[in-house]
């Protein structure tokens, strides 16, 4: 796989995420590798030869699924291709976001390009060309059970290239065929096999799985540096995350979460020295204050004591799922398999998302641990109990003025909403089309939960850290302009830019949205700068 500034090249193999990211949000062009079309035309010119031999092969000239028995006729082989894609457009919802679209169709391409498909070279390269023009098919999002892959939305993709169904072109939705009459590009007719190559696999579940993945690392690294925020602002100590500890415990994620904290807090003033206390206790002034302000700071609650050990297995967790999820975005995903070098046709099962189902019922139990942990620091800061002198509601002035109080109410309710829908989705199985998909994976349910999910614990971490930095200008206020940590003061930087101070009440929806769209939009370079995550550290 080969990377080119704004242009990717695509091999069949070698696909990562941050290509995926790329073509899907970046609108990277693809052009495909001198090797891809000899194996294309060789897997193409086998079908023709068992065609020719009238050899029975599943979907090209038997009936789809539990219509096997019945036998297409030679003269109509062509046509079956085009029927499939019209009777599966059948899908309800709204419509998936474009970059899920453009992964979809890059995910395809990928998996074609393998040369295990029987799809023509012209036809591929027009699916390239379709994304490169960056013509969307609007696809609804409900349909798939993941078993065939994702038939239903997938059949939405590939009718566009015949000139089908609707899309979005230059900001406009319109017919597909106006849109490829714009740029050129005439619609074109399928041959044998290529309806179900087009149609037959797990490109939209594993286009949101990388996404989704993609945008859930960057929300954890937040979340961490949420912790670090959340110890400055109550005053706290960064003991816990003392190297040593966490070396001891040997799990790659703690140790990786006890890093950014460290990195995040260095050099702050905020931070309490617990070796200073226990030299104050020693001495011959001992304070009744001093001891209980030592026994507070070593039984921290958990949200900050434990966030290594609590944080670390999803970081764990989120570097096995770049690993199974690019494993799928590299496979041949269809059926049945057609192998010029065996001289064989396969017919197989590879079109079942079971992998992508799993890992993504994974990623909701850690987002939904997210949405706790953010709830749990939320709750920590706005209660005179727990928030070492901070006043109720971080407010200028209780009583008239609720401050944070609405801000907590909106974040819990976002995290009882993921979890809900961190139950997962694989084990919902039900029979289906005539019984032959009698077991179905359920993967794209599973991953556009979790695509949601990451925009429900995005809003609420943007809630949390709007609170924090009222935190720490009430803390600066009270005990003077303290230096926060050298990762942490960025953080605080960014949303004081966008989100002044709450002196009184007013509506904080606006607010939360800015906030919510800077996370969308990565705008926190300091999680690149500290961050150090995914490939920098593994099982």
């Known amino acids: 796989m080969d990377t080119h500034q704004n242009s990717i090249t695509i091999s069949g193999q070698g696909l990562t995420i941050e290509h ?246 260095e050099g702050s003033a905020f931070i309490l020295e617990l070796e200073s206390l226990r030299e104050e206790l020693r001495g011959d002034h001992q304070t009744v204050d001093a001891a209980f302000e030592l026994e507070e700071a070593i039984q921290n609650p958990y949200s900050l004591r434990c966030a290594p050990q609590g944080l670390g297995p999803i970081f764990d967790s989120l570097v096995f799922g770049k690993e199974v999820i690019e494993r799928e975005m590299n496979s041949v995903n269809d059926n049945p398999l057609v192998d010029p070098h065996f001289r064989r046709v396969y017919h197989t099962g590879n079109f079942y998302g079971g992998h992508i189902a799993r890992v993504m019922d994974g990623m909701k139990l850690d987002l939904a641990n997210l949405a706790n942990w953010v709830n749990a620091l939320m709750a920590m800061i706005v209660d005179p109990r727990f928030s070492n002198g901070l006043p109720p509601n971080l407010s200028v002035k209780p009583g008239l003025s609720s401050g944070f109080k609405g801000m907590q109410i909106s974040l819990t309710s976002l995290t009882c909403a993921c979890r809900q829908m961190a139950g997962p989705s694989s084990i919902h199985t039900l029979p289906t089309e005539q019984y032959n998909q009698d077991i179905v994976s359920l993967g794209l349910h599973s991953a556009t939960t979790a695509m949601e999910m990451v925009r429900l614990t995005r809003d609420a971490t943007a809630i949390l850290l709007l609170a924090l930095c009222q935190c720490i200008d009430l803390r600066r206020a009270k005990s003077g302009d303290a230096r926060m940590g050298k990762g942490t003061q960025r953080i605080y930087e960014e949303i004081r830019k966008q989100v002044e101070f709450l002196d009184s009440d007013r509506p904080m929806d606006r607010d939360i949205g800015q906030v919510s769209e800077a996370i969308r939009q990565r705008s926190f370079d300091t999680l690149d700068k500290f961050g150090g995550m995914g490939r920098e550290f593994s099982l």
Not at 221 to 230: D, F, G, Q, T
Not at 250 to 255: A, D, F, I, R, S
Request: charged share 20%; net charge negative.
């Open 20 to 265: 995926l990211v790329a073509v899907a949000r970046q609108k990277a062009q693809i052009d495909f590798d001198n090797i891809v079309s000899s194996a294309v035309e060789s897997s193409r010119n086998f079908l023709d030869q068992m065609l020719d031999q009238e050899e029975v092969i599943y979907g090209v000239n038997t009936g789809y699924g539990g219509n096997v028995r019945f036998l297409i006729p030679h003269a109509e082989v062509n046509k079956h291709q085009e029927n499939l894609l019209r009777f599966l457009c059948c899908g309800t919802g709204a419509p998936f976001p474009s970059d899920v679209i453009r992964g979809s169709i890059l995910l395809r391409a990928n998996a074609l390009s393998k040369g295990y498909s029987a799809i023509r070279m012209s036809t591929l390269s027009r699916l390239g060309e379709l994304l490169n023009s960056d013509i969307v098919p609007i696809v609804p999002r409900y349909g798939s059970v993941g078993a065939s892959g994702d038939l239903i939305p997938s059949a939405y993709i590939a009718r566009a290239l015949l000139g089908e169904g609707m899309v979005w072109f230059q900001g406009q939705e319109m017919k597909a065929s106006e849109a490829l009459r714009q740029v050129g590009l005439s619609p074109i007719e399928l041959k044998a096999k290529e309806g179900l190559a087009l149609v037959n696999g797990t490109s939209v579940m594993t286009s949101i799985a990388a996404l989704t993945l993609h945008d859930a690392e960057y929300l954890a690294k937040l979340c961490v540096a949420a912790v670090a925020l959340c110890v400055e602002s109550l005053q706290a100590t960064t003991d816990p995350f003392e190297e040593s500890i966490h070396k001891v415990k040997n799990h790659p994620g703690q140790l990786e979460v006890a890093r950014l904290l460290r990195n995040f807090t």
